[in-house]
């Protein structure tokens, strides 16, 4: 008799959970390996303290009542809940905070979109330790994890959040407007994102053109050079913002992996300054990201600078499992 | 237009050439001529061959339904691919990257209902909310939530037109290119929604892990699209 479980969960058989549980340990022993120790939190919080790092992402949270009609929320990241036992638990402690994870996080789903309800994270958050020397270590730790995992040709995608935002202040756009561009930038709608500059007063043609622009340059070290070129206040931090942290990577060894991207926007609502993206050739969908949150954790009472990342356990299966078809077939 | 180099990314080696997905049906046409524009070579498409895939040189071109286009670009299965705005606004949840307004396959989505017939507006009126019928429900819903109205939107496959006709609707939401398919079935537009036109899409990793060729194929359509 067959008894239904909902869309977007799954059970998990011997042959994958063995596969999984190498993967895991492989992962953990590096984070392990650079003094990243493991912690567990609850997957059940108060509706009220999640939101407290990010309301916007807990919109797509599960929340339900509780005997004592408390909202209560499954967490949706594990980014948040960390933030908020480092202040609970580690408040006095002497920073940087080395912490990762392997836990299940619950997001709401589109029905048949294949989405997941329930997925596994691995990552790190390093609290504590600022640009550009954190987010190289937790770029580095990447490295190694995607190294561990057999992702020889995965390429981790290094952004900056502050860019935009600065650049759209710069330019004098706020308000709705703002929001409307920003949501552009994200979604990558170039076509939406140009007629939607063209329509703001006193935002000429070159403006728009250099919005635009900017968002195509990705790619090696050269494209900090292109982007200078371009202009403006915004750009010439965030450029020295990246710069700072690629000459650390550089220095670190791990620079080959990375690919400078100027167009990178997380929808987490947290991240500020370097933000990352990770992608194999292998699938078509994101790995894994993570970035800098460095007010993250004031909102909870703790005036730490912090960095970390999280890779899609299941997704880095599949690529894992598609890397070596690929490699049987050729 | 910045053509931003790969270095860098001496492992992110490409598996074959970029596969783009061609729309069948009404943007086909057009689709093969603006890549003819942008260097593609298309003449085996353009022979009544019952394949779906064709090698050419530099760009694997995989041809579909114009709805699929987001599907297939969304998972990478397909790198790139062509298709109309109505499409992308309809499935606005799957995550492609919109790069490029191809300019041609212009049409409209419009409200239309009977010529001289007042049940959109009675029906408005006396029952709060009017019944629409349309292959496109989330931009029917979308539009009427905007514009504060309360719709029962009527999905249907086929000919949209026929369903105010004989009483499925008031009204209906649908493209209209000339208007001679409105006319013939005594429809006439009463609200334009949006405008659309055909769109160059990629996939999110295709866009930074094949970034050199994604944006050499991306200017050289920009140009045969100048003209």
Known sequence: MIHPIPPGTRDVLP?????????????????????????????????????????????????????????????????????????????????????????????????????????????????????????????????????????????????????????????????????????????????????????????????????????????????????????????????????????????RGVADRVQIDLGLLRDRGYYSGAIVEVYDPALGHVLGGGGRYDGLLKRFGVDLPAAGFALYLERVHVAQMEESRRGRES | VISAGVAGLGRAKSDGPLKLAVPRGALFAETLDILDGAGVDTSELRGDSRSLIFETEGVTLVTMRPSDVPTYVEAGAADVGITGKDVLLEQSD??????????????????????????????????????????????????????????????????????????????????VATGRTLEENDLEVREEILECTARFVANRVAHKLRAAEVDELTAKLREAVAG
């Open chain 1, 15 to 251: 042959d994958e959970m063995r596969e999984l549980r190498r993967l895991n340990r492989a992962l953990i022993e590096v984070f392990e390996d650079r003094g990243y120790g493991e912690v567990a939190t609850p997957a059940i919080e108060y509706d009220q303290v999640l939101a407290r790092g990010d309301a916007r992402a807990s919109e797509g949270a599960y929340r339900f009542f509780d005997e004592r009609g408390d909202l209560l929320a499954l967490r949706s990241d594990m980014t948040v809940p960390i933030a908020r036992l480092v202040a609970s638990r580690f408040a006095d402690a002497e920073p940087p905070l080395r912490l990762c994870y392997l836990a299940s996080a619950h997001r709401a789903v589109r029905p048949q979109r294949g989405q997941m309800r329930e997925f596994v994270q691995a990552g790190v958050e390093l609290i504590g330790a600022p640009a550009p020397q954190g987010t190289a270590e937790v770029v580095e730790v990447l490295e190694a994890a995607l190294k561990a995992a057999g992702l020889d040709r995965a390429v981790i995608g290094l952004g900056d959040a502050d860019l935009y935002r600065q650049l759209l202040t710069e330019l004098g756009i706020e308000g709705a407007a703002r929001d409307s561009v920003l949501e552009r930038l994200e979604m990558h709608d170039l076509v939406g994102l140009e007629a939607e500059l063209s329509e703001i007063a006193g935002i000429g043609a070159e403006q728009v053109a250099t919005c635009v622009a900017l968002s195509q340059l990705r790619g090696g070290k050269e494209v900090l050079g292109q982007a200078r070129g371009l202009g403006g206040v915004a750009v010439e931090r965030a450029t020295a913002r990246l710069q700072e942290t690629y000459d650390e990577l550089e220095r």
């Open chain 2, 94 to 175: 799957r995550r492609v990257y919109e790069l490029l307004d191809l300019g041609f396959g212009h049409c409209r989505m419009v409200l239309a209902g009977r010529r001289g017939d007042e049940s959109l507006g009675e029906s408005q009126r006396r029952l709060g909310m009017m019944r629409i019928a349309t292959k496109y429900p989330r931009i029917a819903e979308r539009h009427f939530e905007a514009t504060g109205r309360q719709i029962e939107v009527i999905e249907v496959k086929g000919s949209v037109e026929l369903a105010p006709l004989i009483g499925l609707g008031d009204g209906i939401v649908d493209l």
